[in-house]
Protein backbone atom coordinates (compact mmCIF):
# COMPACT_ATOMS: atom_id res chain seq x y z
CA UNK A 1 0.00 0.00 0.00
CA UNK A 2 1.12 3.48 -1.34
CA UNK A 3 0.97 6.37 1.72
CA UNK A 4 1.11 9.71 -0.04
CA UNK A 5 1.98 12.66 2.47
CA UNK A 6 1.28 16.14 2.14
CA UNK A 7 2.44 18.42 4.83
CA UNK A 8 2.87 22.43 4.65
CA UNK A 9 -0.46 23.78 5.34
CA UNK A 10 -1.09 25.94 8.10
CA UNK A 11 -2.96 29.12 8.93
CA UNK A 12 -2.11 32.20 6.59
CA UNK A 13 -2.83 35.97 6.50
CA UNK A 14 -4.61 37.25 2.84
CA UNK A 15 -1.69 37.81 0.66
CA UNK A 16 0.65 35.35 2.35
CA UNK A 17 2.42 32.26 0.76
CA UNK A 18 2.59 28.54 1.65
CA UNK A 19 4.30 25.56 0.22
CA UNK A 20 2.88 22.78 -0.06
CA UNK A 21 4.93 19.06 -0.09
CA UNK A 22 3.22 15.60 -1.15
CA UNK A 23 5.61 12.83 -1.55
CA UNK A 24 4.66 9.83 -3.09
CA UNK A 25 6.63 7.04 -1.92
CA UNK A 26 6.86 4.78 -5.31
CA UNK A 27 9.92 3.34 -7.27
CA UNK A 28 8.26 4.15 -10.41
CA UNK A 29 7.32 8.20 -9.61
CA UNK A 30 8.72 9.50 -12.05
CA UNK A 31 6.15 7.56 -14.18
CA UNK A 32 3.50 9.44 -12.44
CA UNK A 33 1.33 12.67 -12.98
CA UNK A 34 0.87 14.42 -9.81
CA UNK A 35 -2.01 16.99 -8.80
CA UNK A 36 -3.42 18.94 -6.20
CA UNK A 37 -6.97 19.06 -5.69
CA UNK A 38 -9.26 20.93 -2.94
CA UNK A 39 -12.08 20.22 -0.54
CA UNK A 40 -14.52 21.92 1.03
CA UNK A 41 -16.98 20.40 3.08
CA UNK A 42 -20.32 19.60 1.31
CA UNK A 43 -18.62 20.00 -2.33
CA UNK A 44 -16.40 17.93 -4.45
CA UNK A 45 -13.15 18.13 -4.79
CA UNK A 46 -11.97 21.34 -6.49
CA UNK A 47 -9.01 20.55 -8.99
CA UNK A 48 -6.06 23.14 -8.10
CA UNK A 49 -3.09 22.36 -10.26
CA UNK A 50 -1.17 19.19 -11.81
CA UNK A 51 2.23 18.44 -13.60
CA UNK A 52 2.63 15.68 -15.76
CA UNK A 53 4.79 12.70 -15.58
CA UNK A 54 7.69 14.43 -17.55
CA UNK A 55 7.47 17.62 -15.88
CA UNK A 56 6.99 19.07 -18.96
CA UNK A 57 3.55 20.18 -18.60
CA UNK A 58 1.64 22.26 -15.79
CA UNK A 59 -2.10 22.71 -15.76
CA UNK A 60 -3.82 25.45 -13.26
CA UNK A 61 -7.38 25.99 -12.28
CA UNK A 62 -8.44 29.81 -13.73
CA UNK A 63 -8.91 30.93 -10.08
CA UNK A 64 -5.03 30.20 -9.60
CA UNK A 65 -3.13 30.75 -12.31
CA UNK A 66 -0.14 33.32 -11.78
CA UNK A 67 -0.13 32.64 -7.94
CA UNK A 68 0.53 29.07 -7.44
CA UNK A 69 3.64 27.26 -9.07
CA UNK A 70 3.44 23.43 -9.19
CA UNK A 71 7.16 21.49 -9.21
CA UNK A 72 8.61 18.16 -8.83
CA UNK A 73 11.64 16.82 -7.86
CA UNK A 74 11.99 13.18 -9.17
CA UNK A 75 14.97 12.32 -6.87
CA UNK A 76 12.59 12.99 -3.45
CA UNK A 77 9.83 11.69 -5.11
CA UNK A 78 8.15 15.06 -4.11
CA UNK A 79 5.95 17.60 -5.57
CA UNK A 80 5.25 21.04 -4.64
CA UNK A 81 2.91 23.76 -4.48
CA UNK A 82 4.29 27.21 -3.98
CA UNK A 83 0.98 29.50 -3.20
CA UNK A 84 1.75 33.23 -3.27
CA UNK A 85 -0.68 35.86 -2.89
CA UNK A 86 -3.10 33.51 -1.32
CA UNK A 87 -6.89 34.67 -0.61
CA UNK A 88 -9.68 33.20 1.56
CA UNK A 89 -11.50 31.66 -1.16
CA UNK A 90 -8.13 29.17 -1.23
CA UNK A 91 -9.17 27.46 1.74
CA UNK A 92 -9.60 24.26 2.12
CA UNK A 93 -8.14 20.75 2.26
CA UNK A 94 -5.30 20.88 -0.11
CA UNK A 95 -5.22 16.56 -1.28
CA UNK A 96 -2.28 15.38 -3.21
CA UNK A 97 -3.27 12.49 -6.01
CA UNK A 98 -1.27 10.42 -8.07
CA UNK A 99 -1.31 8.49 -11.39
CA UNK A 100 0.55 6.28 -13.98
CA UNK A 101 1.03 7.74 -17.13
CA UNK A 102 -0.47 4.80 -18.72
CA UNK A 103 -3.67 5.43 -19.66
CA UNK A 104 -6.46 8.16 -20.78
CA UNK A 105 -8.54 11.03 -19.25
CA UNK A 106 -8.17 14.36 -17.93
CA UNK A 107 -5.52 15.22 -15.77
CA UNK A 108 -8.13 17.46 -14.33
CA UNK A 109 -10.48 14.86 -13.18
CA UNK A 110 -10.42 13.37 -9.74
CA UNK A 111 -11.69 10.05 -10.87
CA UNK A 112 -8.62 9.46 -12.84
CA UNK A 113 -6.86 9.49 -9.86
CA UNK A 114 -5.77 6.26 -8.12
CA UNK A 115 -3.14 7.58 -5.11
CA UNK A 116 -4.56 9.85 -2.76
CA UNK A 117 -3.43 11.57 0.64
CA UNK A 118 -5.05 12.44 3.88
CA UNK A 119 -4.80 16.08 2.36
CA UNK A 120 -3.06 19.02 4.58
CA UNK A 121 -5.59 21.88 5.94
CA UNK A 122 -5.13 25.57 4.48
CA UNK A 123 -6.39 28.60 5.81
CA UNK A 124 -6.70 32.55 4.54
CA UNK A 125 -7.62 34.68 7.31
CA UNK A 126 -6.98 37.88 9.09
Known amino acids: QVHVVESGGGLVQPGGSLRLSCVVP????????VAWFRQIPGQEREFVSAIIWSGAMEYYADSVRGRFTISRDDAKKTVYLQMNDLKPEDTGLYLC???????????????????WGQGTQVTVSS
Open 26 to 33: LHTFRNYT
Open 97 to 115: AARSRIGGGSDRRAAQYRL
